[in-house]
Nanobody, 124 residues
Framework: QVQLVESGGGLVQAGGSLRLSCAASGLTFSNYAMGWFRQAPGKAREFVGA????????AYTDSVKGRFTISRDNAKNTVYLQMNSLKAEDTAVYYC?????????????????WGQGTQVTVSS
């Protein structure tokens, strides 16, 4: 059974930085792309970005490009989301997710395993 546990959320002032971590178990981590999503109050869940299984390919939604960076450490079964220049509109619960299939670059609908989420609040 896949388990994903996020950590690192908190309260930060606008312009500040946070690094989220997601520890994975129950899967051969180095075989899977990983994704980050977020959900703000009253809004639908939104794709933030993803990284392929090797860490060599990343993709981001336009609103976070140049500010957020996804990386991974396959030896530690952990994926990271470095968030810089945070804005009030980045306030959300952030989730990491794993797709069902190995060795694939997943569509948003392909993510089937989710963490419990970590709250990020950016004060303006």
């Amino acid at each position: 059974q896949v388990q994903l546990v996020e950590s690192g959320g908190g309260l930060v002032q606008a312009g500040g930085s946070l690094r989220l971590s997601c520890a994975a178990s129950g899967l051969t981590f180095s075989n899977y792309a990983m994704g980050w999503f977020r959900q703000a109050p009253g809004k639908a869940r939104e794709f933030v970005g993803a990284i392929d299984w090797s860490g060599s390919l990343t993709a981001y939604t336009d609103s976070v490009k140049g500010r957020f960076t996804i990386s991974r450490d396959n030896a530690k079964n952990t994926v990271y989301l470095q968030m810089n220049s945070l804005k009030a509109e980045d306030t959300a619960v952030y989730y990491c997710a794993a797709p069902a299939l190995r060795w694939t670059w997943p569509r948003e609908s392909d993510f089937g395993s989710w963490g419990q989420g970590t709250q990020v609040t950016v004060s303006s």
